[in-house]
């Protein structure tokens, strides 16, 4: 006999996303995003703006999804929703809506930890699209995380190194706030680095010991790299914002892969993978996929849609959870610095 479908709604609202998704077994039937604007104009997100707009957004964003999987909510067989880690004001909105949704629907919830669900959205269901094999190496960079992964499951995974300070993310959109773009730089930089030559300037790189990251250390060199060369031509940036897209975006592949290729070396693994907002990075998906043709290894992207924050990687990994019967009660609430755990 063939075996049940399951049909999972989810929930993702830790940063300035508010996103809703529903699957069925491993495969998505809608994912709806609704970006908030409200923070450009700032530089960075505004927690107080984002959870007023994840609350305005919330039911058209649910109603949406529902709509466009062609899904009745009595049709579910249980609600996800991001635990954390993220802004609590944020995570409480995604967190309160999914309870009284459960508790109206009388449908299990499953509390998911949104780094997890970053790394397994590689197994979600995309036409033609290997998957990765156990044990694999994740890089998960995003606005708020930089982490090297070691995945032997769906639901057994353990950091091996990660950032002491600054992420990944932050490093593009700090630097590219320098170089004047707007909340968040890090596309502008990856746009503008493809025409700009990425060896016109170079800045320090960190030494910090074993599989751990530092980021701020770069940002204050290009901080005083800017600052000097605009005493003496003040248009010196807007002359050579190309090489400076290129240059600092290779400084920050070269580190992120640089103990990625540690971690292959150590670790007996024929998959590496990429996750979190930055990996929709075209520098830093070319390099990865020379380094998985360097070592013989399968190189795991995601698609571009999965990569920032989306609520189809919050329902996969509900479905993951849902198998083990890994379900939260009503009394769950929102956790801003939710260790690494299922
Ligand atoms: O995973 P994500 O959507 O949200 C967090 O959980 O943080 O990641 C957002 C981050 C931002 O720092 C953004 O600048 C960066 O991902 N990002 C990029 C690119 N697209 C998004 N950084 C560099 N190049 C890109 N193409
Ligand atoms: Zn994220």
New binding site residues.
Partial sequence: MAEKDTLILAIES????TSAAICKNESILSNVIANQKVHEQYGGVVPELASRAHMKHILPVVHSALDQAGVRLEELDAIAFTKGP?LLGSLLVGVSFAKALGLALNKPLIDVN?MYA?VLAHFIDDEGKDKPRFPFICL??????TQLILVRDYLEMEIIGTTLDD????A??KI?KLLGFQ?????????HAKSGNPDKFSFSKPRINDFDYSFSGLKTSVMNFLNKETQKDSDFITENLDDLCASV?KT?IDILLNKLEKAIQLYEVQDIAI??????????RDAIKQLGIQYNLGVHIPKFEY????AAMIAITGKYMYEQKMFSNQSISASARLPFRP
């Fill in positions: 830790s940063c300035d996303d993220g949104h970053h998960t960079v995003s606005g708020g995380h992420a990944a993310g932050e593009f959109d590219a909340y968040p730089g890090g596309p502008f930089i990856d746009k975006q920050i996750a979190g907002g930055v990996s929709a990075n075209s520098g830093l990569c920032t924050d989306n």
